[in-house]
């Protein structure tokens, strides 16, 4: 079998551990050939690719980003795509494509699967919102880089006498701030799921110091968005030209709360350091897996579809399903971590 | 309701954060009581136990060990106890006790609830062998310092040209050495589940030093066993007084990969550090969820069961299910790790 | 002898690992007996301290924070104190007291000293601008959380060819930006200590994707600033009520590169989790000497001195030459540095 | 100008990062070209380097181990090498030779020195003990894994009132031994430069429990040794065939321990885990440094001398005093640790 690999979409710890995977179980259990196009579907429309031996994922396990480079797909370059998929499956030889990628990416598989190209997905994002898989990698990795944070954070709060509000990713899922903000402890959490309550958020802080506890941390998703009209920067800050600047939820919360509280309140806007990296043990166990059990679907011509953890089993269910709506924090998570407001 | 908690067994990152979830769940959201039992069964005996508020919980979420303290339990004493349940129970006015262990401790739990006690046990062990459900807090901890000694030992078997043996938890279940091995790209991985030929360690160590890769990494759980007649220091190293002395496996096998390859092995035994300090983001929100789910249980009086993880949510299984058979690692599992002797 | 020892200005990881090492020297190497005011010079001033034997220290030196608290130091407040020192030291019968602080606190203990109370000081500050002493502890865990947000930003910024600005903490001295941006190989570092170049970093920028490297990062310390007139975002951002807003120079100079360069700039604020959580080996080994020998220089009456690493002993420097002058990276040091704009 | 460079002797993180910074230096600085010679000198002998340009170091700042790898020298070889220094010196081309590496490695550096080649030296050792320098880098990365495993390992003692020995590398010193001890916070320190009491070590065990604090954790140099007649098993473990064994320090000490006390004591030998992987940033800018540094050198006909870190200078420092004698643990520096035995 000939084997063609990509990632696409935004980076996440884990690429590199997929792509090993798959090259690993096709070279070496299965004889197979592999070849890796570069920066996405762009390298398969461009005809930029590498073949991808046993050496060539040789220590890349534990590194992040992706040795094949990355780039965000155009609509109508990916709809020249679909039109030829039946030349480019026959240009490159290949008998399967495994994209691995977001929801966009997957979108777009399903689009070449539609169109005929034999196409095996792995679904990929920091925010675990794809839909169909219990958990994807590269969550985890996220996770962890902001519960460290929230944890260094709190000896800080303490000490001083603050309130601290963490930004982490999570535009429109709230997973990453949900799971670190448990983790960490925060008092508050912030989901796009939810909009959250202002006054809710004041009182708790005044009641923690009311007990003694002499600061708060706040764990808010970028996405997160106050009930409508609590807050006067809901609109972010204008500047002297008249365009909104750099000014996320964290750090509107923290002057909002700065003002209401009367107190010291500082953001902490972590971006794409949670991105990036070496992934968790967890991650490319998962990632690992998920390239094992791609090609195994691939040898057993079960296109059209993804992998997915399914409890402790990796099955293989269809692309349609995986993109079909994003998956958010449900309300009985948030009722669990108690402190979503 | 007033509630017992008791942790009983070996340490597990992830001990106080659900004695701290516990805590919060009752008190914040139930106006409950909540008594905690010093040094596990043996405080339940003797009296030693006391109260349990939001401040004796406060900045423990992060913290290694257990606030409440831990002791083996003996068999003679538990009986004891599974006898005076009722004057136990109404002794410390409790209206249901939460012991959180692995799997003597939930053994004990179910004796004391066939005898008449409201128990509501709560898994733990870094082994992740405990039945019923599909993971136990502590594991991802173990899993993630077990890959980062491997991680580490890699760059300097590689520059070195050594052969290096991990030796990792796990008398009766492979789990950590299947994972921390896949995380950190061990070439050989040796579990309790399968008695491993040393033939085959050999030969692919030979064919990895043949293709110009001139190091290997191979770990082993402590209760892996070579295949019956293949190794010399079956029985360990006899001393002087004619004892059989710390030389567990991972020692062993080096001394016999050393001889056999005519190149340099090294043991390393990372023992107890796997299984203290710390827990990972993981294991914190999986511990908190089990420790929130513990409470509602008792809540609703679904007595005699346990927490458990499956898929992404929580639910009560019979604690008779989680103590039936220990959880090992499945064929298909080591098939798919690849590198399982 | 009677030993009173005190916390004070911002959070600094070893703070802790510090007073641990005055009361473990003090009480168990000499028999005295060791108070802690609490929230740094007020507690001195209102009479809030406790008594600090070996069990209050005990489990805190990987500990973040203080767990004396610490407060700012108003000046009107301060020269009360010096006003009346004889009568504080003979009200609380102590022989010495030990400031644990930054440039303020040192200088605080200096007024104190010359007003005649016996005072011994230990230099804090993540930032190691404190003049006569190496190092102070603090630095390297500051130094090591910002190189692994670096390490981390590195493969999304290659995955995704992008400049990626790390703003760090630093106002007056650029340490942090230096070291971290050399353990991280940043392409290029700004400090306060020289206003930088915006065409340089652009012309690096350019000529890095010249060469194929698609990516650079950039430190930037919070007090660098760029070069007169050559970056229009010099004044930060005025919001529609004609205020200045939290836009630091991290988030201007990637608005700046984005829209000079043409490509992607993205900004990072690690903020205040440079300042708190678990010590560095490091820092904890130098905040146990600077205690250990902060209560043998009580002993031996060297008063109005503070304790400083030099080479690789401690030594007592005067307090007076600690607040001379801020100790800012040389010429020297950004030239070895190489990226210094 | 031309340069060869080499690594030699034991793994040590930071290896590469001098590595990088030579070339760095010498290509960017100074238009220089570098060769690497491969495994030590080895390469040097028989004729095995590779041309190092700004590509081959890119990315490997990080790493650990060595791009160049690494082998033992064998002293026939390392005097042919000397007797043909000037052949060697004109069959490369190379201006100046700089080899990375420990006492061996630069005491065969003198050699060649001596015999008239152009050497530059740049120090290495985990171990820390060359002299001349204050620091050396890895040493750092070594503390704190260490300190790392004992941090984890007191919460698993205390929850289960256990004594833990935890076995560090060191053989003739113990300054990892005495900085992971007290960093770590470890009740008994043991050193190759004083032999232990093992009475005083059981003696301050019990006076533990008599306090109330129910376990201990002592930190032992793997070239620590009892005062003669008070161990045992001082001999280690003699097997079946007459010969010692894997039994370490660490491990003799649990057995004597746990014998003496009554009390379970578990040993820990973190071995080679402690010389591999991913540099702290500590180490990273220090072997930066001392590569910059080595390139000036030689540029400036500094032969003879080595890389040296004194105070926050580095200076060079001829070769001779670096081997002269190894920098051990001084009585001052076991006193103000207070716990060493």
Chains 1, 2, 3, 4 share one sequence.
């Not at 679909?82 to 490159?92: G, I, S, V």
């Not at 365009?243 to 902490?268: N, S």
């Not at 967890?282 to 998920?290: E, P, S």
């Not at 402790?312 to 009985?332: D, F, N, Q, R, Y």
Request: net charge negative; aromatic share 6%.
């Amino acid at each position: 079998m000939r084997i063609g690999v990509l990632t696409a979409g935004g980076d996440c710890p884990g690429l590199n551990a997929v792509i090993r995977s798959v090259v690993h179980r096709a070279v070496a259990g299965h004889n197979d050939e592999v070849i890796g196009f570069e920066d996405g579907f762009k390298g398969l429309l461009d005809g930029h690719y590498r073949p991808l031996d046993l050496n060539a994922v040789s220590g890349i396990l534990a590194r992040g980003g992706t040795i094949l480079g990355s780039a965000r797909l155009e609509r109508d370059r990916l709809r020249e795509a679909a039109e030829n998929c039946a030349e480019l499956t026959a240009k490159y030889g290949i008998d399967v494509l495994i994209p691995i990628g977001g929801e966009g990416t997957l979108t777009a598989a399903r689009m070449l699967s539609d169109a005929g190209m034999p196409v095996v997905g792995v679904p990929k994002t920091i925010d675990n919102d794809i839909n169909g898989t219990d958990r994807t990698f590269g969550f985890d990795t996220a996770v962890g880089v902001a519960t460290e944070a929230i944890d260094r954070l709190k000896t800080t709060a303490e000490s001083h006498q603050r309130v601290m509000v963490v930004e982490v990713m999570g535009r429109h899922a709230g997973w990453i701030a949900l799971e670190s903000g448990m983790a960490g402890g925060a008092h508050g959490i912030c989901l796009p799921e939810r909009p959250f309550e202002i006054d809710s958020l004041v009182k708790m802080v005044e009641e923690r110091f009311a007990r003694g506890k002499k600061f708060a941390v706040v764990c808010v998703a970028e996405g997160a968005r106050p009930a409508e009209g609590t807050m006067p920067y809901e609109k972010g800050i204008i500047d002297q030209f008249g365009h909104e600047r750099f000014t996320g939820i964290g750090t509107r919360l923290a002057v909002e709360l700065e003002a209401r509280l009367g107190k010291e309140a500082r953001p902490v806007i972590l971006g794409h350091v949670q991105r990036g990296g070496t992934p968790t043990a967890y991650d490319r166990v998962l990632a690992t897996r998920f390239g094992w059990h791609a090609v195994e679907a691939a040898h057993a011509g079960q296109f059209g579809k993804m992998t997915a953890l399914r409890g402790t089993s990796i099955e293989m269910v269809p692309l349609a399903e995986g993109v079909s709506e994003l998956k958010t924090v449900p309300e009985g998570r948030m009722y669990e971590a108690e402190s979503v407001f």
